[in-house]
């Protein structure tokens, strides 16, 4: 096959410019929004389905970004379309903090003072065990143990111990009176013995 064919093939757009930059904007503006409709839980990926979902839309949505196009010019255009909108969104979302909180939406409280939030469970889509499992990986045995869990809208969950804790409290104690009796034992040590004469007496 004749070069210029190849570099044709290759580089050749059978779309328009514009087209190839329209499709990934007006594709990831979508998704944005419906992330933002369906919920946080998507983007915490708490179960193998939210996983399944994710990694699916990739696929679901790459012929409505690339075309009817598998040239590298076009997968170029593509990729500055999508990094060019992300810039775009990104510095917008920082100069509005108004628009930001409208877009990605508010942290949800799931946990305060030890008490599961069952409305915002319900919210949020959560299951009693799911939100289990997200604290026993921050190393807690029970919501009582929790002064509050909140999942913040990029789908991470911020978990707070009551401060101090009991146990906290009990190696605090414990570690004080350590440094007393060390205290004590250096000022005993410290005193001549009892009956002993000082030297060149």
Known sequence: MPHSLIFDHMFQLPLPILEKLARPVIVYLVL????RLFGKRELAQLNPFDLVVLLSLSNTVQN?????DNSVTGGIIGAFGLL????????????????????????????????????????EALSREEL????????????????KCQLDPNGT???????????DKRHQELLSRLDALSREL??????????AQPAGS
């Open 186 to 195: 250096a000022v005993l040590r410290a005193r001549p013995a009892n009956g």
């Open 132 to 147: 289990l499992s997200v604290i026993h990986k921050q190393g807690f045995d029970d919501f009582d143990q929790v002064r």
């Open 32 to 35: 944005v929004v419906l992330l």
């Open 84 to 123: 060019a909108i992300n810039w775009l969104v990104v510095r917008v979302l920082f100069r509005s903090p108004g628009l930001t909180r409208a877009l990605e939406g508010r942290s949800t409280v799931l946990v305060f003072n030890g008490q599961l939030d069952l409305k915002a469970l319900e919210r």
């Open 64 to 68: 409505a970004i690339i075309g009817d």
């Open 157 to 167: 969950f911020y978990v707070e111990a009551f401060d101090p804790s009991l146990d």
